[in-house]
């Protein structure tokens, strides 16, 4: 249960909040079914509420940046969000064999988005609203399996995101499809307790198309894709018994993004460290990040009606 009350006044007599007293209530369902100690699935559900704020709230506009104007909504209801969760694991410490899947879907209804309306000469009003069809859909998975008493190990990792947002430009409802994939592959060679070597490949998409409700491409909203490989390497050397050699390397290439920052990268760390008394619970370690000075945080994130990178 969630209750909500919700009051508020102004020192103007240009505004007015209604009040708003209500509980909202949500069912909260967990299942496990667990086949042995190391497998199992899990079922979660869980509900909740996000209330509009005072701003969004209140009917007034506000001026202080003229080419963007913003007014509130008294109407507005609250958000009512639904999240599902299904995931399955199968561990087996003995061999060192994991699988792991994960399955989540979240669905909005009255979503709070903002009507952006255009008012000319470069001017925008933005208006918050309730709409629906809000929802977003995302996997993952793990699997990896040792060779020869865990001499090899391969891995396989891979997600799948899919966002199917809503957005409002000019009252007209659109539609924003985002798609994020990934998968990657990784090998791993043991040598006693000498060397941990360690070699990966890995792939990611991400795809925006924009849509009208008729299923038509928009002029206002340009649709994307960028891509990106990554190369990686680690290793762990034990020069000594007490004297140990590290690295890790991602070298990466991007495509798709803007012209700005989409730089293909390689960055490095690397330490040596001395471990010290009879039980090497003593460390002392001199360490370089980013040995290249490549590294520039690349990444894209996407909104219901913008692309940021």
Same mark, same amino acid.
């Given at each position: 249960?969630?209750?909500?009350?919700?009051?508020?006044?102004?020192?103007?007599?240009?505004?007015?909040? &209604?009040?708003?007293? %209500?509980?909202?209530?949500?069912?909260?369902?967990?299942?496990?079914?667990?086949?042995? /100690?190391?497998?199992?699935?899990?079922? !979660?559900?869980?509900?909740?509420?996000?209330?509009?704020?005072?701003?969004?709230?209140?009917?007034?506009?506000?001026?202080?940046?003229?080419?963007?104007?913003?007014?509130?909504?008294?109407?507005?209801?609250?958000?009512?969000?639904?999240?599902?969760?299904?995931?399955?694991?199968?561990?087996?410490?003995?061999?060192?064999?994991?699988?792991?899947? !994960?399955?989540?879907?979240?669905?909005?209804?009255?979503?709070?988005?903002?009507?952006?309306?255009?008012?000319? !000469?470069?001017?925008?009003?933005?208006?918050? @609203?309730?709409?629906?069809?809000?929802?977003?859909?995302?996997?993952?998975?793990?699997?990896?399996?040792?060779? %020869?008493? /865990?001499?090899?190990?391969?891995?396989?990792?891979?997600?799948?995101?899919?966002?199917?947002?809503?957005?409002?430009?000019?009252?007209? /409802?659109?539609?924003?499809?985002?798609?994020?994939?990934?998968?990657?592959?990784?090998? @791993?060679? !043991?040598? &006693?307790?000498?060397? @941990?070597?360690?070699?990966?490949?890995?792939? =990611?998409?991400?795809?925006?198309?924009?849509?009208?409700?008729?299923?038509?491409?928009?002029?206002?909203?340009?649709?994307?894709?960028?891509?990106?490989?990554?190369?990686?390497?680690?290793?762990?050397?034990?020069?000594?018994?007490?004297?140990?050699? &590290?690295?890790?390397?991602?070298?990466?290439?991007?495509?798709?993004?803007? =012209?700005?920052?989409?730089?293909?990268?390689?960055?490095?760390?690397?330490?040596?460290?001395?471990?010290?008394?009879?039980?090497?619970?003593?460390?002392? &370690?001199?360490?370089?990040?980013?040995?290249?000075?490549?590294? =520039?945080?690349?990444? /894209?994130?996407?909104?219901?009606?913008?692309?940021?990178?």
């Amino acid at each position: 249960m969630q209750p909500v009350d919700l009051k508020g006044k102004s020192l103007t007599t240009d505004s007015a909040y &209604k009040p708003i007293q %209500k509980v909202n209530i949500f069912p909260s369902v967990r299942a496990v079914y667990n086949f042995s /100690r190391s497998k199992a699935i899990n079922f !979660n559900y869980a509900g909740n509420a996000s209330q509009p704020s005072f701003s969004q709230l209140q009917p007034v506009q506000d001026v202080s940046n003229q080419q963007s104007i913003t007014v509130g909504n008294p109407n507005l209801k609250p958000s009512m969000n639904h999240n599902v969760n299904l995931s399955y694991n199968n561990f087996n410490f003995v061999s060192g064999k994991v699988m792991f899947t !994960n399955l989540t879907f979240s669905t909005i209804k009255n979503q709070i988005v903002n009507n952006n309306i255009n008012k000319g !000469n470069g001017r925008q009003l933005s208006i918050p @609203e309730n709409v629906n069809g809000y929802y977003n859909l995302l996997g993952f998975y793990v699997y990896s399996k040792p060779h %020869k008493n /865990r001499k090899y190990v391969l891995s396989l990792i891979g997600s799948c995101n899919y966002n199917h947002n809503i957005n409002l430009i000019d009252s007209i /409802r659109n539609i924003g499809q985002n798609w994020i994939i990934s998968q990657g592959f990784n090998f @791993e060679y !043991n040598y &006693k307790e000498i060397l @941990e070597l360690g070699t990966g490949i890995s792939y =990611s998409l991400n795809d925006v198309h924009y849509k009208n409700t008729t299923g038509k491409p928009l002029t206002t909203l340009q649709n994307s894709s960028s891509n990106a490989w990554t190369f990686s390497s680690n290793m762990n050397l034990n020069i000594t018994k007490t004297l140990v050699l &590290k690295y890790d390397v991602d070298y990466t290439i991007n495509t798709g993004l803007a =012209s700005s920052v989409s730089r293909n990268q390689v960055i490095m760390n690397g330490s040596l460290e001395k471990q010290l008394f009879k039980k090497k619970n003593g460390i002392v &370690k001199i360490e370089a990040f980013d040995i290249f000075k490549q590294n =520039s945080n690349i990444s /894209r994130s996407v909104s219901a009606n913008y692309i940021t990178d």
